[in-house]
């Protein structure tokens, strides 16, 4: 298996311009996680799915953030308006089965920067 | 919501020494504690991990221990290598309610050849 995808690997816009990032996750995997990672705020969830489902979003920082899971295999993070705050490593990871017990393979991740 | 605080920062070593890390955390009901690797420009990747019915783990090198009574546990890596030089996260999670996990805020290893 590839593992999980993402893309871009790189992102610079200025502010105020859409960014939508994007991940595909690994095939038979049904729950898909949305990271913020930044120094300093470290590791952040943002928002996972199951089953294409959002289960939780209280991560999700603002209504500038949505994510979306149309279908198994396939999320977006999309922010709008973007702001040099939002400069990051967004990392998607999937897993079969939730965060417990099970192992979370994550992608290479975004490096967004917002000028 | 589990809150997971995560010691030292920073970690330098000389090769073939032993390296600790340590992890404690807030909700007693979390029972998944895993640990996870992040070498330069990828992402985490899990390295071993431990469960609350289990107090010691060990993987060749990698060891990882758990103290349900005081909600700590600690990574241990023995003759370290400079390929172990990386950042390491904790984590932690529960098998009901909010199953995501909670990661701790990293410590970056240094081994010195």
């Known amino acids: 298996d590839a593992g999980v995808i993402q893309s871009p690997r790189h992102e610079v816009t200025e502010m105020g311009q859409e960014v939508t990032l994007r991940c595909k996750p690994i095939?038979?995997?049904?729950?898909l996680f949305w990271y913020r990672q930044t120094m300093m705020r470290g590791l952040e969830l943002l928002i996972y799915?199951?089953?294409?489902?959002?289960?939780?979003d209280s991560g999700m920082p603002e209504d500038r953030f949505s994510a979306k899971m149309p279908n198994a295999s396939f999320s977006t993070l999309k922010i709008q308006p973007s702001e040099p705050r939002d400069s990051a490593v967004y990392f998607c990871?999937?897993?079969?089965?939730?965060?417990?017990?099970?192992?979370?393979?994550f992608g290479p991740g975004t490096r967004l920067l917002v000028l | 919501g589990e809150n997971v605080e995560q010691h030292p920062s920073t970690l330098s070593v000389q090769e073939g020494d032993s390296a600790v890390i340590k992890c404690t955390y807030s909700?007693?009901?979390?029972?998944?504690f895993p640990w996870y690797k992040q070498e330069l420009g990828k992402g985490p990747q899990l390295i071993i991990d431990?469960?609350?019915?289990?107090g010691e783990k060990k993987d060749q090198r990698i060891a990882v221990t758990l103290n349900k009574t005081a909600k700590h546990f600690s990574l241990h890596i023995t003759e370290t290598q400079p390929e172990d030089s990386a950042v390491y996260f904790c984590?932690?999670?529960?098998?009901?309610?909010?199953?995501?996990?909670?990661f701790g805020s990293g410590t970056r290893l240094q081994v010195q050849p």
């Open positions: 990871a999937s897993s079969l089965g939730g965060g417990y017990g099970q192992t979370q393979y």
């Open positions: 095939s038979g995997h049904d729950y």
């Open positions: 799915f199951n089953n294409n489902v959002p289960i939780d």
């Open positions: 909700d007693s009901a979390s029972n998944y």
């Open positions: 431990i469960r609350s019915n289990v």
């Open positions: 984590a932690a999670s529960m098998d009901t309610g909010r199953r995501a996990l909670t």
